[in-house]
DNA sequence: CGCCATCATGTAATCGAATACATCGCATGC
DNA sequence: GCATGCGATGTATTCGATTACATGATGGCG
């Protein structure tokens, strides 16, 4: 069936700058025909133009730039087993934090002919599931997970999935992230250093390996400074602007007494000072507050917020440069790549009041 | 070539709960070998179970599972030509407006059995292209897109394409939006409600529709109030919080009066406040200040951002809405739905102070 | 002059699944 | 007892590209 009839044979010459041809679903078959040569040489005009005929070649370009013929990557990706696609996989896009790793695998991605399909999981197992069997069915190479959940992939072998921000305990996963434990510990030890001496500590979800090393720092940095870590001053919430505020009103509301707050991650550490300042506290007079991660809004809060600054895009970058390295070979041993993040010290710490507080 | 040899025949019963078989890549091909059926069998007891004996139904399923078995969709996807895959272009992820654009999209999505890949633009027509052509090639069913122009995809008939948020000239793409003439003008008809005279403009890029929308409104409102629309007091931005910034010092360092800022967008709200701020005056008492969108972060500046809250979540269910109708049926006219987006009254605005500023 | 390398191109197999059509067995009806 | 229909399954084609291998033309060289 399908012959395409009517035109075929000569029509190169005549129609060149006709009125376009109108623009329909083109097979290889079809530009096949209308320039009179084989599948096999539109195909490889595309692919190797250096090994058809110059004239040919030409010939072939302008017919498929005539008509508007797209190749069915389908179809390709079938017969190649690969489609130089990567799906990154993210938490929660609203969470600012992520924008720039994006941006950086993105670069690293498009230097090397991959493309990023970013997929939203919300933390949900199922979702974060469903992204990676996009793996299992071919329709993608690899994936960069922000989670510390692996998701499985019925493969042999090394699984093409790396690791960003978080850290999974699998040695076969490679992983980038930061020093969780010393960024945590230099935020503390800069508060102890102003003078502060009750720091309360809003946790992340303890699920997440980054947020118990982030506690961890926490506790080492108290304990260097011979302070008592005080469970009574360290609540946990789930990232969100909301839960920085009740961990802070819950603080509040039993009374507990502490010149300076360190927010695992600055979401939090805004829901801090909004909870801070409407119960008359100033911020940094009264209660310093401390973020991490540095995201883009961090420096228009008011105060600006001190908080750890994560290499975000260079995480993103090496987290594609993993990938891309692994997708090439399969037999590179996995790495766990730690980046450092440093503090930036903005208006929301000062040293604390003399008067005692509450 | 590969015959699977070893096991085969009459494995079934023996191994059900072997070790793991060690995990490969499958074909339907193993499948049906391993299950003493044809490819057939193992195709229709996957797709329409119903239609095969329940016994052997039951027993490829069982293998299936064992062997752990993911069909190769990019085959299925070239022989159905279908992928159930949408994409999503957004020019900015780190724009918290489109998170809960998003969200709605995805609601709807999986509601129809369809997936969202984002793709993100930075409003760069290459790459708007490039995510596009994956419709061309057949990788993604259809795509819904957040900036004002449509991407070409040479393809017969109406293009599987929805605008959402944005709005293009052509009619033949149908689009959701929310009627940002009547928006802005609500809430600048507010500002002088309050007694504002001097109401700045700060204009979102010329090139977006919509922004000409949100200026028209302002424009129109002024012009209601029997108010000079005062070109000295129009400057535009490119919707990031710098912008705003910029925006506001330069009408300060040009000396202009003004009691409210009206902006095109929360971020640029955010860097308006910011400037204002720094130059010492005070928000509301010196000046008010209304943004558009109501992002997540504008309840927790300080103040609180009056702002225009989009539907945003039902902007991102509508478009997902028509693209399945459209891709369901390619012959349904297309349409522009107009949805109301309502002023919030929060902190940063508030009546004029008697003593006339600068 | 004939052999062979080289270049350009064509033919046909292939990727893995879906499915139209064919086949087979068996029950039902006349 | 035989035609009919139906349910269950198998055979073989198809989707649209890539590519190994075959073929044919050309030219250089001994």
Do not use: W
Not at 276 to 299: K, Q, T, Y
Not at 324 to 335: G, N, T
Not at 348 to 353: I, L, N, R, V
Request: proline share 6%.
């Amino acid at each position: 069936m399908s012959s395409e009839g009517s035109r075929g044979k000569r029509s190169t010459a005549s129609a060149t700058r006709a009125a376009a041809t109108p623009a329909r679903v083109r097979t290889i078959k079809e530009i096949a025909a209308i320039a009179n040569v084989s599948v096999a040489t539109v195909s490889r005009a595309l692919q190797r133009p250096e090994v058809v005929n110059e004239t040919t070649r030409l010939r072939i370009q302008e017919v498929v730039k005539r008509v508007g013929y797209t190749p069915n990557a389908l179809a390709r990706n079938l017969r190649t087993a690969r489609t130089r696609l990567i799906v990154a996989l993210l938490p929660d896009i609203a969470n600012p934090f992520f924008s720039e790793v994006i941006r950086g695998i993105e670069q690293v991605a498009h230097e090397s002919g991959y493309s990023v399909l970013l997929g939203e999981t919300q933390s949900s197992l199922v979702r974060e599931q469903a992204y990676a069997d996009m793996v299992a069915a071919r329709q993608a190479d690899g994936i960069i997970t922000m989670s510390h959940r692996v998701p499985k992939i019925p493969m042999p072998g090394r699984l093409p999935v790396v690791n960003a921000c978080e850290y999974v305990k699998d040695k076969q996963i490679s992983s980038v992230y930061v020093d969780n434990v010393a960024a945590a510990g230099a935020a503390v030890d800069y508060l102890v250093m102003l003078g502060h001496r009750q720091i309360a500590f809003v946790a992340g979800p303890p699920s997440s390996p980054i947020c118990v090393d982030r506690e961890k720092g926490y506790r080492l940095a108290l304990q260097r400074a011979k302070l008592a870590v005080d469970p009574a001053l360290m609540v946990s919430g789930d990232f969100s602007i909301e839960a920085g505020e009740r961990a802070v009103e819950l603080l509040l509301s039993q009374g507990q007494s502490f010149s300076a707050v360190f927010c695992s991650n600055d979401e939090m550490a805004i829901g801090a000072m909004r909870a801070l300042s409407s119960h008359g506290l100033r911020v940094p007079e009264d209660v310093s507050v401390v973020g991490f991660d540095d995201i883009r809004f961090a420096r228009y809060t008011s105060p600006a917020l001190t908080t750890v600054a994560q290499p975000k895009n260079a995480l993103g970058r090496e987290a594609m440069a993993m990938l891309i390295e692994l997708l090439a070979d399969p037999e590179v041993p996995p790495r766990k790549r730690v980046l450092s993040a440093d503090l930036v010290v903005r208006g929301s710490t000062a040293p604390p009041s003399p008067r005692k507080r509450k």
